[in-house]
């Protein structure tokens, strides 16, 4: 029998989370499998596996172990150099992770011996059930006039979750670098052509927003974010940097076809450009091109629907990650050597 530790951070209730409804698909297709639900609400604290530990979480974390042996398995959504997945791949009984921020330099740094371990996962919008519920609503928004600006609502400069003693919000960066500087190059140099705003919207009403315009920009703070998986799933039209240059994934959305990508420009690890201006310039430069045709833009945003729903489905997803899991191979046993040799892990959060 295997154990399914669930582990959420950041989310009151997580009944119709797009990671509860793959993990339920899992139980309904494989009866080897056992709920382990932790505490509704953050997952902060100390937790322990049969054989191994781990502190916290800054981001969300399915842990699939064997009941007998403590071996065990991570899906891992998060996107931090101390997340679960590298916390517990120090330990013996780490079989491997599905990792969702999957950028192949950043795997090896981070996982050293282990990293063959580590496969890529998938990612998906935080309410599947909820964004479908407005597929009517944006259908009929677009059919009236639409805002041409290409849009860009998102966390900019200050991250409205951290706040330093004094109150004020602490900067959004990773290793000293502001994760989106792009944005602010793109409000001061085309203030006529991009709308940017840095106001969090309730789910609902931003999604009436995203409708309300021609297209809708994702920038990276990581590879992936709930925002582009709610506008493939409401067939809302996509700009972004090339996701298959940079970031590894069960299912990739193809350039051209299922979003408007701009042309490949040097990047950092998480995703956000090295040279701001150069990445708002190829940022209008990909949108001035897509505007001049809305009909390709339309079929773009339906083409990216219907692949999402065709490839993350919750079934389809469980059964991907029942594949991964391999609950009949050799691995499950303690004293299977394949795993590799026990490795340190190498955490980039100790050189910042």
Known sequence: MFNLHHFVYGFPNIDGRFDDLVARAMLRMEPRLTMRQLPVGDCMGEFALKNAAFKGLLGDACVVEHAETGVFKVIDYQDSD??????????????????????????EQLFGAKAHLVQPGFFLDQQPSLTRMYRDIVRQIRRSGLDERLLFRGTVLTHRHG?????NRTPYQWRGQ?????????????????????????????????ASHRAVLALPGHPWCYREFELFSLGIPVVSYPWHTHVEAMALPAP????????????????????????????????RKARLDPSRLERIGRAAQEWYDRT?????????????????GPEWRVDQPSRGALAAVQSMEAER
């Open 82 to 107: 101390n997340s679960v997945a590298v916390q517990l791949s120090s330990a013996p009984e780490f079989a491997g992770a599905l990792y969702t921020m999957f950028h192949r330099p950043n795997i």
């Open 256 to 287: 051209g076809v299922h979003y408007v990508a701009t042309r490949d420009i040097k990047r950092e690890v998480p995703g956000f450009v090295s040279d701001p201006e150069e990445g708002a310039d190829a940022i209008v430069e990909a949108w």
């Open 163 to 167: 706040v330093d003693q004094e109150g």
């Open 312 to 328: 993350l489905s919750p079934d389809v997803l469980a059964a991907g990650v029942l594949r991964f899991l391999n609950l009949d």
């Open 178 to 210: 502001m994760f989106r500087q792009v944005a602010v190059v793109l409000q001061e140099k085309y203030p006529d052509e991009v709308h940017v705003s840095d106001e969090k919207l309730p789910r609902p009403v931003w999604f009436l927003d995203a």
